[in-house]
Every structure is written in structure tokens, then in C-alpha cells.
């Protein structure tokens, strides 16, 4: 049903968008035309963006661990430059990647405020960081690279610490090593909290001794020869 509110409302999502995008002194005015014969209203928005705000100045509150200068300069965030959404949200995924490169998986980092100054057509911005747990994941007994670990260790991609995801990794460490011939895999799981900032994971990998496969034997096999079905298991 059509009302005066729900036109209010809509118009302020729309503001929202557009202070995103940079454009705080936009113009928005709701039109109308009405159709009695199906008790229908068109709303029409009009909508002059004004100019385009430009970065003014971060400020970065919480727990960011890393320096403001190393945040804004790994966000590409330079004052001047034209405020958009698309430059903010890129910047955010930046500032987070920097933080799981340096292994604070499950940190936190959020837009809380942006003010917008007229008399310089400036954006501000108030960055709230949390830089949670520094987490070393180590696996010992056997050697691989680091990038190995992150492909079999789901707590990388997840961002996580939970129990089930160190659990996924575990296995699939096991699984790693059986598909290379150690069917004796034994993987376990040791973690340590050497302060509330500072965490580590250890897989600890038994590989046993690698078996190779000397021989297969196909027997009932009624429909294809043997020699069809071994070309089939390669």
C-alpha cells in the first residue's frame, strides 16, 4: 500500500547509497502521477548528485596492532582522492588481507562513521579494527610449504578459529599424505595459548612407511576384459 512513509523511507535508502558513493549533498524529490482506473500511484525520484566528495581524513580506533600510515597505505586510501564506494569497500578487503597475511585470522575491521565536511567537500572517516589472535599454524614431522598448509587447513579461508574447521584440517592433512601412499597416516592436533594476543596450531604428522601397489588382480568381471578396466584405473 502506498504512504507518505514508505516514500520517506525510500528516499532515505537512497540518500544512504549515495553518501556511500560520495554524494552527501544530493537532492532527492518524490513525484507523482495516479492511475484511478487501477487505484495505482507511479513515484518518480529526481535526484541531483552534486558534486562528488573527496578522502579526508581516517581515524583508526580499536586495536589495529599495525600502524594507521602501513592501514591507509595498504587501503590505497589518499586524501584528495574521489570518495566512491567501490575505493572504500577495495580498501577494506586490502586492510583485511593484510592482517590474515600476518595471521590474525579472525580480525575485524569495519567502517563505524563517516562525516562529511561542506566548507571542503571533504569525507572522513572512522575505522574500527580489532586485531584479534595472532594464530601460527605449524606442521611438523614432515616438511611443506606454507602454501600447502593454507590449501589444506580451512581456517585460513574461513577467517576462523572454530574447533571444527582445525578438526577438516586435520583430516585433510591425513587424506594429503594417504593419497601420496602413506595409508598409515597418523595426524594430531596440539594448541597453545601463550597469551590472550597470541596463539599457535600445531599438526603433528606420523607418516609411516609409503606402500607402493605391486599388483591388481580383477576377478567376475563378465562385460569387459581385464586389460579394459586396469586402462580405465589409470
Known sequence: LFSEEAVSEEIEGLRRLLEEDGYFEAQIAPSYET????????????IHT??????GEVVVTGSPVFPAERLLKQAKWK?????????????????HKLYQQGDYLDASVEITQRRFRPEGNLADLELAIAAGTQVKVSVTGVSMSRSQIKKLVPIFEEGS???????EGRR?????????????VKVSTQRKNPSPAR???????????RQSLKEIRIAGNSYFSAETLREHMK
Not at 578459529?161 to 578438526?167: A, G
Open 161 to 167: 578459529l572454530d574447533e571444527e574447521l582445525l578438526e
Open 35 to 46: 492511475h484511478p482506473d487501477t487505484q495505482q500511484i507511479d513515484v518518480t525520484f529526481d
Open 199 to 209: 596463539s599457535s596450531i600445531e599438526y603433528q604428522v606420523d607418516r609411516g612407511p
Open 79 to 95: 586524501r584528495g582522492k574521489s570518495f566512491t564506494a567501490s575505493l572504500v569497500q577495495n580498501g577494506l578487503g586490502r586492510i
Open 50 to 55: 552534486g558534486k562528488r566528495a573527496r578522502f
Open 172 to 184: 585433510n592433512l591425513g587424506d594429503y599424505f594417504q593419497s601420496q601412499g602413506y595409508f598409515e
